[in-house]
């Protein structure tokens, strides 16, 4: 079983829609937990980490289900800019040295 | 900015020659991790160090591959005899402890023809 994995997608959303991504994680000694966004052809760059409690950046929600081993995050009144792929992090258990990705959830906002 | 750089930004070369690559992170990644990415694919990890020393490598990593990061600071990863399998983004990542973020390079697309 992979460490981390996450719907590839695509998904495709008009404009303004509420899209949501899961990512399951193997490990449930996992401690930190991010999204990143990553564009075209682009490094990725982080999105915003999750915590335990849940936490808001603007339109975007983060949750972390540690009973179910999954994160999620929730975007809200898409924008064509929010168009990218997701990647989900997880860190392997406490104090590894590797950190697994998910294959990202690509997001189309259509006009 | 993240802090991270990498060059050269892209490399094109020819089955069977070696390249190298190089990242300069900041002074406060004392952790420092090399990816490799290809179209449609999350991240797979490389390698990674805590400052100096080399603490993991993984099982994708074949005796071709190999990197340093001498005192801790800038890391160089060079891939020997390339075959065109190796075509990919080589990310560099910077961090500093377990729980922050990490940074990405802006990456390094090589292209082995």
């Known amino acids: 079983r992979k460490e981390v994995e996450q719907d590839p997608g695509p998904f495709n959303v008009p404009e303004g829609a509420t899209v949501a991504f899961n990512c399951t994680y193997s490990?449930?000694?996992?401690?930190?937990f991010f999204w990143y966004r990553q564009d075209c052809r682009k490094e990725p760059k982080l999105l915003m980490s999750?915590?335990?409690s849940g936490n808001e950046d603007g339109r975007f929600t983060a949750q972390l289900n540690r009973a179910s081993q999954y994160i999620s995050l929730l975007i809200r009144d898409s924008k064509l800019s929010d168009s990218a792929t997701y990647l989900c992090?997880?860190?392997?258990?406490?104090?590894?040295?590797?950190?697994?990705f998910g294959t990202g959830t690509r997001l189309t906002v259509i006009p | 900015d993240t802090g991270v750089s990498q060059n050269p930004r892209h490399k094109i070369t020819k089955r069977g020659q070696n390249v190298t690559f190089r990242c300069d992170p900041i002074?406060?990644?004392?952790?420092l991790y090399w990816y490799r990415q290809t179209l449609g694919q999350g991240p797979e990890f490389l390698t990674y160090f805590q400052n100096e020393a080399q603490l993991e490598k993984s099982r994708l990593l074949s005796d071709r591959f190999s990197a340093e990061r001498p005192k801790g600071s800038f890391s160089t990863l060079e891939i020997q005899r390339t075959e065109q399998g190796d075509s990919a983004m080589y990310l560099c990542v910077g961090g500093s402890s377990y729980n922050s973020p990490l940074h990405f390079g802006n990456g390094t697309r090589l292209t082995v023809t």
């Open positions: 490990n449930s000694a996992s401690q930190s």
């Open positions: 999750v915590y335990s």
């Open positions: 002074s406060e990644h004392n952790r």
């Open positions: 992090v997880v860190n392997g258990q406490t104090g590894a040295n590797n950190l697994f």
